[in-house]
């Protein structure tokens, strides 16, 4: 668990990996974006059936392995804990971060997903390891027609730093917008169409990753 909250705090790209936005095989499409070296796969499958989503996730768990990234499982501790995953991702409406933590122990890293100033306030209450804010942007993905945008990113980050809380940005980011984003001050950004419906998903990870460690370089020059 001490490995994974320092590498929690040290990552910059944090991958969703769900099927149908992958237009390549999902597999093919984790192992480019892990080759690129993305901190962060989060298995993403709402609608699949139990069985089929842990044999995904204990297959992400060994190329995850090999790469040294951490593994996260959306909304289930349950698959997190039987695939020896780093950690599970849970919503607004999934179940409360302390009753997960109860049922994980110190083992799993909790994320949560919050969307206002006062979520992220009430999330740095509760025992949870990192806090993503969004959508950034309007995005597909979910379906969101309007972005949060930067100001309350930048808001985020500030509070979260009181509680030393890494920050995903997350929601309709992409090459264009990246770099603006992490320059108001998230540990990482997450993506999902932006690398896995990519024609070339290594590289789209690859040039999205140079992007954000350029944009943290920056923003830690301004800094000094």
């Not at 668990?1 to 999902?26: G, H, N, Q």
């Not at 984790?30 to 901190?39: I, K, N, Q, R, S």
């Not at 695939?83 to 607004?92: E, P, T």
């Not at 984003?181 to 789209?204: D, F, H, K, Q, R």
Request: glycine share 6%.
């Amino acid at each position: 668990m001490r490995d994974a909250r320092s590498k929690l705090r040290s990552m910059r790209l944090y991958v969703l990996i769900t099927e149908r936005f992958c237009r390549r095989p999902w597999r093919e499409t984790a192992e480019m974006v892990l080759t690129a070296g993305v901190d962060v796969i989060q298995l993403r499958e709402d609608q699949m059936a139990d069985g089929k989503l842990l044999d995904r996730a204990c297959v992400l768990r060994d190329l995850t392995t090999e790469t040294g990234a951490l593994l996260i499982i959306n909304d289930r501790p349950d698959i997190a804990l039987m695939s020896r995953a780093d950690g599970v991702h849970l919503g607004q409406a999934d179940l409360p971060p302390q009753d997960v933590r109860s049922l994980v122990g110190p083992h799993l890293s909790i994320g949560l997903s919050t969307h206002s100033m006062d979520q992220v306030r009430e999330a740095c209450e509760l025992p949870v390891d990192y806090v993503a804010i969004g959508p950034i942007a309007p995005t597909t993905t979910k379906d969101y027609k309007r972005g949060s945008g930067l100001r309350l990113v930048r808001n985020v980050c500030a509070r979260c730093a009181l509680s030393d809380l890494p920050v995903v940005a997350i929601g309709g980011i992409n090459r264009g917008n990246a770099a603006e984003i992490v320059e108001t001050g998230p540990t990482a950004v997450a993506v999902c169409s932006a690398v896995c419906s990519a024609e070339n998903p290594l590289e789209a990870a690859h040039e999205l990753r140079a992007l954000v460690e350029e944009a943290v370089q920056r923003r830690n020059e301004s800094d000094e």
